[in-house]
C-alpha cells in the first residue's frame, strides 16, 4: 500500500519503471540521475536534529518545513520517521502571465496627497534575476536599490544556513556598478538570461529612471531583495525546492531588518486538477 506521509506523484515515481518516468516528463522531476538522490519537500514537527543522517542533506525552512535530498532507496523509511508529517518531490515552475499596470489603476494609489509608492518598504522576487545595471533598480546616485542578491546558480558563497549559491550584497553590488559594466560583471557575474525576472521587478518596484518617470512601477520607492533561481534543469525551468527556498530567504531578511516586506511570485504552478470533491 503506497505510503500516506508520501503525496501521491511521489508514490507513483517510486513505482513507476525507469522509462515511464522518463517519458512522462514530470514524474522525474527532483531526481537527478547521474547521483541517484532526490530533492524533497518534507514538512516535520519536533527539533531539526534528527532530520539529518549518513547521506541525507537537510535545509530546514521556517514553518516546519525543510529540503532534503536523500537516495532513493531511503524514502520509504525517511517518511516513517516520527518528526516527518507528509513529503512531497518537487513540481516545475513556468512563467504566468501578467496584466499590465494601467488596467490595475495602480496610477490613482500612487498619486495624490496620500500617494502610496513603496517608500519604506522591501520588494522581494524570486524568479529569473535580475539585471542590476538597469536604471529602474538604481538610485538618482547611481547607487543600487538592491540590499541582497541570492544568485542560486552561482556556486561558492551562499548565505548562512543555505547550501547552495552566492550571496551579493548591496555594497558589493555598488562597487560593481561604480566599475562599469565590463568589470563589474566580472566582480558580480550574477545575470538574467531570460529577462523576465528583470520585467517583473521592473513592473512590480521599477522607479522609471530609464524612461524619465514614464514606467514606473507599482512600489516605485521600496528597496529590493531578490533571489535567482537555481541552475534550470528540463524544460528550462527551477523547481519548487529552489522557490522554497527562496522565499523563506527573503522572510528570514525582512525579518533580520525589521521592516514589512511584498514578494512577487511570477513563476507558478497549478499543482494539479482544480476540480471539486463531490
Known sequence: MPDQKIDNLLNLAMDATPQERRKSGNLNI???PATRLWDVIIKYSG???GLAGNGIQVVPLLGGYAVVTLPESEID?????VQVEFMEKPKRLYFEL??????S???TVQTGRNGLTGKGILTGVVDSGVDYFHPDFRNADGSSRILRLWDQSIQGNPPQGYVTGTEYTKEQIDEALALGENQGRRLVPS???SGHGTSVLGIAAGNGRASDGVNQGVACESDLLVVKMGIPRENSFPRTTELIQGIDYLVRQALAMGRPMVINLSFGNNYGSHEPYN
Request: charged share 30%; net charge negative; hydrophobic share 15%.
Open 30 to 32: 527532483g531526481y537527478d
Open 47 to 49: 527539533p531539526e536534529s
Open 77 to 81: 523509511e525517511y517518511s516513517h520517521r
Open 98 to 103: 501578467f496584466q499590465a499596470k494601467g488596467a
Open 105 to 107: 489603476c495602480i496610477r
Open 191 to 193: 545575470s538574467d538570461y
